[in-house]
Nanobody, 120 residues
Framework: QVQLVESGGGLVQPGGSLRLSCVVSRTRFSINALGWYRQAPGRQRELVARITRVGSTAYADSVKGRFTISRDNAKNTVYLQMNSLKPEDTGVYYC??????????????WGQGTQVTVSS
């Protein structure tokens, strides 16, 4: 069973920084895209940042210039460096992995989520 384990969430003051990590394990398939999503109370889950296997990235407009997504393919790990955090960045952050089978079928997996709270 594929596992995605996130870490690095917590409580931080506005203007502070956090670094999230997500390790993908127990997979026989190739890992294609990796991403971070977040869900604030009462709101739908939204894409924060995404990175392809070759390193192409995409960001939500609200985090451009403040967040950086990166990955280490050798470690099956994706990171999200979050700087200049704002209260509106508060939410549960979920790691997402798109795995590709040898036949070319895509499979979507999610982590359990890690809480990020930005508050003074």
């Amino acid at each position: 069973q594929v596992q995605l384990v996130e870490s690095g969430g917590g409580l931080v003051q506005p203007g502070g920084s956090l670094r999230l990590s997500c390790v993908v394990s127990r997979t026989r398939f190739s890992i294609n895209a990796l991403g971070w999503y977040r869900q604030a109370p009462g709101r739908q889950r939204e894409l924060v940042a995404r990175i392809t296997r070759v390193g192409s990235t995409a960001y939500a407009d609200s985090v451009k210039g403040r967040f950086t997504i990166s990955r280490d393919n050798a470690k099956n790990t994706v990171y999200l460096q979050m700087n200049s955090l704002k209260p509106e960045d508060t939410g549960v952050y979920y790691c997402n992995a798109v795995l590709v089978s040898v036949r070319g079928d895509d499979f979507d997996y999610w982590g359990q989520g890690t809480q990020v709270t930005v508050s003074s």
